[in-house]
């Protein structure tokens, strides 16, 4: 990136209105035992979960059964009699047939919610600094930002004001010793490694939730892209110790599902797929 050729332009700058923020619940913090009895639990509730769908599966008679085997797996294909699907969801007939009025659907639509989505990834630098790839209809900046965005990577959702927010996170993580290291490592080997900078971001408020864009000179800042931003940050600002916890959560999680794994390695098993035939709207036939 040609930061220095840059002209910094702070987010405060194109600031909008702050919504209502939605705070979330602040939960507890796992121990690695608490961690392995979720895990254990998660499993035992999947594997009900799969015995009962087998037997819901199996539960019809079939026309016909056909098995393949792989050698490494097995799949049985189950053919089933014709099955009537429902062709509209009750929420549109109820639409057609007037039940709603046009008042009705005019304050049912003032006050849903609407509906976002904000896609991005992210580069976090020592858990400090996350630089932020922004990208929409050939439009591209790239955001600095204060948060470590790890603990936004698991967010999926928020919401402020009537606004819901769909979000979908790649994050990586570049730890400066870890570069010098392997600079030193690659030298040794009469190779050259240059390790990947840190940006700076003293012109950041060290004291919140705080982001800058780079932009050159005569850029136009799309509004949705601070209107995202601010709404990220606002939301780390209001639930930053929630954050953190269910990231630090997730890792004990992820470490107790590991080792669930490593004590009980997959078993192979039978795939088995009912299917229906559709009847043909031209000639009636199956």
Known sequence: MKRFGYTLLLAALFSIAKA???????PALLTGRDADAIVKEQMRVAAQREKETLQSIMASRPLSTVLTDSGTA??????????????????????EAGQWSEEQKAEWEASSTHDLTI????????HKLSEIQWRKDGL????????????????????????????????????AELEQQAARRVAAEGEVYIPQ????????DSGKA?????????????PELVEQM??????????????????LNR?????????????NPPVPKKTVINFWPVRSRTNGRN
């Not at 591209?140 to 990577?153: A, C, K, Q």
């Not at 890792?251 to 004590?263: D, F, M, T, V």
């Open 20 to 26: 209502d923020e939605v705070k979330i619940q602040i």
């Open 197 to 204: 900078p840190v940006p700076d971001g003293s012109m950041l």
């Open 74 to 95: 097995k799949t049985i294909m189950r053919r089933l009699p014709p099955k009537a699907w429902p062709m509209k969801p009750a929420f549109d007939q109820a639409l």
């Open 210 to 222: 705080d982001y800058a864009i780079y932009a050159e000179p005569g850029d136009q800042i799309p």
């Open 251 to 263: 890792q004990e999680l992820n470490k107790a599902h590991q080792a669930w794994q490593k004590a």
């Open 140 to 175: 591209e900046f790239t955001v600095l930002s204060n948060i470590d965005f790890n603990y936004l990577s698991s967010l999926g959702e928020m919401e402020n004001g009537l606004t819901h927010w769909s979000c979908f996170f790649l994050v990586d993580n570049v730890d």
């Open 230 to 247: 601010d709404a990220l940050h606002q939301h780390f600002a209001a639930n930053e110790q929630a954050l953190k916890r269910t990231w």
């Open 119 to 126: 896609m991005l990834s992210a580069t976090v630098y020592d």
